[in-house]
């Protein structure tokens, strides 16, 4: 096998042999086989992910045993949901019966954390749990997890069962999400900081691609797309267009643009809850936002600039100082959501924007060399 592969839209490399499987294993069938030795337990064994390391683990126990299977729903693409479901349960019934659970892959353990629960309402005799690959960097539950063939990082991981939509189970080795070295920026500026003037030097010289929200709209209504024709029914009724449907618009502008080094997104997200939306679409590229860029310029300076704009760009809301105002009020009233957000994840850097474009360019780029070191 290649140390490299593609699946659906994203690379994958090689990172543990198949012989580096196999003798994770062989470990824990020793361990099993040295606590089960007077036991007839019933192998549990997680579907789909599990399947290849329960029929290679059950190989090597040399005692009586029998076999169960479950299903349950966590995963969809690459993001792990918090809810998880159960697609089909164990049979027949494990009441009195010592139990080995058998998983691919333990990392938050909510998976773990319901099958227990199904253990425990079946009144089974004992469980254990036998995984894998085991994430303790992701891990947040307090069960044991008795048998780990091995610990991994916190990696999107395919083969040997586990899969990325579908593909990559039968891979023997193991390998993951190939690291991207796009550079992605949420750009953000109060009403007269220069962010339009900004992104259109940034763009060229760090070659990204400028998605601003407000002419992604307008192109998308003007065009009558499917996502413009739904976007103009929630404005033609004075509602809020939905998430969803601004992040599918912003998703076809990535699509579009496959081969990118980057995007600087302006104008979106605005609230937290478009914030995560938009790490799940980079997520899903095998990227993620890099950091948020605020140019930072005091309210009388911002004033002043807009109401001199307003001499000559022949817009309403560049002549009322009010109006000006109050726009720079709804910004900070956004930004400040934002700021936290980011600032948790150390992807906030305030910029000053006050000067020259060419003294702000090189101060934004001193920003932007750091992020991408």
């Given at each position: 096998?290649?140390?490299?592969?593609?699946?659906?839209?994203?690379?994958?490399?090689?990172?543990?042999?198949?012989?580096?499987?196999?003798?994770?294993?062989?470990?824990?069938?020793?361990?099993?086989?040295?606590?089960?030795?007077?036991?007839?337990?019933?192998?549990?064994?997680?579907?789909?992910?599990?399947?290849?390391?329960?029929?290679?683990?059950?190989?090597?126990?040399?005692?009586?045993?029998?076999?169960?299977?479950?299903?349950?729903?966590?995963?969809?693409?690459?993001?792990?949901?918090?809810?998880?479901?159960?697609?089909?349960?164990?049979?027949?019934?494990?009441?009195?019966?010592?139990?080995?659970?058998?998983?691919?892959?333990?990392?938050?353990?909510?998976?773990?954390?319901?099958?227990?629960?199904?253990?425990?309402?079946?009144?089974?005799?004992?469980?254990?749990?036998?995984?894998?690959?085991?994430?303790?960097?992701?891990?947040?539950?307090?069960?044991?997890?008795?048998?780990?063939?091995?610990?991994?990082?916190?990696?999107?991981?395919?083969?040997?069962?586990?899969?990325?939509?579908?593909?990559?189970?039968?891979?023997?080795?193991?390998?993951?999400?190939?690291?991207?070295?796009?550079?992605?920026?949420?750009?953000?500026?109060?009403?007269?900081?220069?962010?339009?003037?900004?992104?259109?030097?940034?763009?060229?010289?760090?070659?990204?691609?400028?998605?601003?929200?407000?002419?992604?709209?307008?192109?998308?209504?003007?065009?009558?797309?499917?996502?413009?024709?739904?976007?103009?029914?929630y404005i033609d009724k004075g509602q809020l267009v939905p998430d969803s449907v601004t992040i599918d618009m912003l998703e076809a502008e990535v699509e579009?643009?496959?081969?990118?080094?980057?995007?600087?997104?302006?104008?979106?997200?605005?609230?937290?809850?478009?914030?995560?939306?938009?790490?799940?679409?980079?997520?899903?590229?095998?990227?993620?936002?890099?950091?948020?860029?605020?140019?930072?310029?005091?309210?009388?300076?911002?004033?002043?600039?807009?109401?001199?704009?307003?001499?000559?760009?022949?817009?309403?809301?560049?002549?009322?100082?009010?109006?000006?105002?109050?726009?720079?009020?709804?910004?900070?009233?956004?930004?400040?959501?934002?700021?936290?957000?980011?600032?948790?994840?150390?992807?906030?850097?305030?910029?000053?924007?006050?000067?020259?474009?060419?003294?702000?360019?090189?101060?934004?780029?001193?920003?932007?060399?750091?992020?991408?070191?």
């Amino acid at each position: 096998m290649e140390n490299t592969v593609t699946l659906h839209d994203l690379t994958f490399e090689k990172c543990i042999s198949k012989t580096e499987v196999q003798h994770a294993i062989n470990g824990v069938a020793v361990r099993l086989n040295d606590d089960f030795r007077d036991k007839r337990p019933v192998f549990l064994t997680v579907l789909n992910g599990a399947f290849l390391f329960s029929a290679d683990l059950i190989k090597k126990f040399d005692c009586e045993c029998e076999m169960s299977f479950i299903k349950v729903a966590s995963y969809e693409g690459m993001q792990q949901s918090d809810e998880i479901s159960t697609v089909m349960g164990a049979e027949p019934s494990l009441k009195g019966r010592d139990v080995i659970v058998v998983e691919d892959i333990v990392d938050s353990g909510n998976t773990i954390e319901t099958i227990i629960s199904i253990l425990e309402q079946e009144e089974v005799a004992s469980y254990r749990i036998a995984t894998l690959f085991y994430k303790p960097e992701a891990y947040t539950k307090p069960y044991t997890i008795d048998y780990i063939g091995l610990e991994i990082p916190n990696d999107f991981v395919v083969g040997y069962g586990l899969d990325y939509n579908g593909l990559g189970r039968n891979f023997t080795s193991i390998y993951k999400l190939k690291e991207s070295k796009m550079t992605n920026l949420v750009l953000f500026g109060p009403p007269g900081a220069g962010k339009g003037t900004q992104a259109e030097v940034l763009k060229e010289k760090y070659n990204l691609v400028h998605i601003s929200t407000g002419d992604v709209f307008r192109y998308n209504i003007k065009n009558a797309t499917a996502l413009g024709t739904q976007a103009k029914a929630y404005i033609d009724k004075g509602q809020l267009v939905p998430d969803s449907v601004t992040i599918d618009m912003l998703e076809a502008e990535v699509e579009k643009n496959v081969d990118a080094q980057g995007f600087i997104f302006d104008g979106f997200p605005r609230t937290e809850a478009q914030a995560n939306a938009l790490a799940k679409l980079l997520a899903s590229k095998g990227t993620e936002v890099s950091g948020m860029v605020a140019l930072e310029v005091e309210d009388e300076v911002l004033v002043q600039r807009l109401l001199e704009r307003g001499k000559t760009s022949g817009r309403a809301d560049d002549a009322d100082e009010d109006v000006i105002r109050n726009r720079i009020k709804v910004y900070y009233a956004e930004t400040a959501i934002l700021k936290g957000f980011y600032e948790k994840q150390n992807k906030y850097h305030g910029v000053n924007g006050v000067g020259s474009v060419s003294e702000i360019t090189e101060r934004l780029s001193n920003v932007i060399d750091t992020i991408k070191a």
